[in-house]
Structures are given as C-alpha cells and as structure tokens.
C-alpha cells in the first residue's frame, strides 16, 4: 500500500524557518517524482513545489520561489520542504504528493504549519 | 502561468441526480487534465486522469470528457457519499488547480 507521511509543521514566527517532511513507503520512492501541494484553511489547493525522481528537475510556484526549497534522498524513502521568511500567509496544511505523468496519485495526510507571532 | 477557471463554485443535488461539473483553462493543456475529490477532513483523492481516463477503483458513475476547450466532470446517479469539494488541476505547464466546486445533497 502506498503511504506519504508528512511530519514537520508547526506553529512558527513570522521570518523564520521551518522544515517538513515527507516519508513515503509501499512503492519504489526513486522511480517517482513528487510535489508539495498546500492549503490555506478554508480555501483551494495550490500547487507549491515539484521535484523529479533524481533531483534533475524543481519547480517552485512563484509564490514561495526564493524562500522555500524542495529536495529529497532516495536512500531515505524521504521528500523534504525548507520554508525560509516564513509569513502569515504561508499558514496552510501541506501535502506531499506523489507524481505520475502529470497526475497526483497519491496523498499524505498533510503536516498543519502556523506562522503567527 | 495558466488559469483554470471552474464553476459552479457550489451545486446542490439530489440522490440519483446527475451532476456535471467544469473546468476552462486559459490556454491549451491538452489532456494533462485531472479531478480529485476532497472529502472533509480528508486528503484529496484522484478521480480522473488524461482528461478522461478513470483512476483505479473510482466508480464507474465519475466520467471525464473534454470538449474543445472545455473539461467536465460528470457524476451519474449522485450517492451520498460523493458529498465534498472537487478540484480540476492542469498538469501541463507547473500545476494550476481550479478553485473548486462545493458538491452538497438537496
């Protein structure tokens, strides 16, 4: 069975830095590439980050390009989201999501981060 | 960057209705079409792939078409449990989710 589990979040002040993570299991981790998706509470998706299966190709939405970094170790089963000039507006609960051609195919259940002073 | 523009933003349907939801992006994506579902509480979950194609072990009432430029979703014969919020998301340049659309029974 595939499982993404994000762990990491947090209630985090404005400015400062946090770091989630994302262990997958029950499918070869390196084979696949994988996103960040977040939600604002009470609103849509919004895509955030991509990262191709050998760290050859990122993506970032342009909201976050600059402050937040995705990277990922293969011998660790484990995808990673750097969040640096943390704002108010970066409260969301995030997903990582496996990706299959351009679909999302599988979903954690989501790490809550808070940026509040 | 590409907009996808969905509607309704809500519906209000009956049991065994048949429901038909869409999703017009700003400019060509092809097939890099997809529905999720997100019950609440819950993470979203894929529906639909390739515009059309159904994902493993959804029911076959979920279909995906496209016409022109316009994608739907469409549920035959609404069930209870297919309450929640659906997304559309263009996969072919970044990702761009529609806004959602707000499925609730009458």
């Known amino acids: 069975e595939v499982q993404l589990v994000e762990s990491g979040g947090g209630l985090v002040q404005p400015g400062r830095s946090l770091k989630l993570s994302c262990l997958a299991s029950?499918?070869?981790?390196?084979?696949?590439?994988m996103n960040w998706i977040r939600q604002a509470p009470g609103k849509g998706l919004e895509w955030v980050a991509s990262?191709?299966?050998?760290?050859?190709?990122?993506y970032y939405a342009d909201t976050v390009k600059g402050r937040f970094t995705i990277s990922r170790d293969n011998a660790k089963n484990t995808l990673y989201l750097q969040m640096t000039s943390l704002r108010s507006e970066d409260t969301a609960l995030y997903y990582c999501?496996?990706?299959?051609?351009?679909?999302?195919?599988?979903w954690g259940q989501g790490a809550s981060v808070t940026v509040s002073s | 960057d590409i907009q996808m523009t969905q509607s309704p933003a809500s519906l209000s349907a009956s049991l065994e209705e048949i429901v038909t939801i869409t999703c017009q992006p700003s400019?060509?994506?092809?097939?890099?079409l997809s529905w999720y579902q997100q019950k609440p509480g819950k993470s979203p979950q894929l529906l639909i792939h390739?515009?059309?194609s159904l994902a493993d072990g959804v029911p076959s009432r979920f279909s995906g078409s496209r016409s022109g430029t316009q994608y739907s979703l469409k549920i035959n014969r609404l069930q209870v449990e297919d309450t929640g919020i659906y997304y559309c998301?263009?996969?072919?340049?970044?990702?761009?989710f529609g806004a959602g659309t707000k499925l609730e029974l009458k």
């Open positions: 999501a496996r990706k299959h051609a351009s679909v999302m195919d599988a």
């Open positions: 029950g499918f070869t981790f390196s084979n696949y590439g």
């Open positions: 990262i191709s299966s050998s760290s050859s190709y990122i």
């Open positions: 400019q060509d994506i092809g097939n890099y």
């Open positions: 390739s515009a059309t």
């Open positions: 998301l263009q996969g072919y340049s970044a990702y761009t």
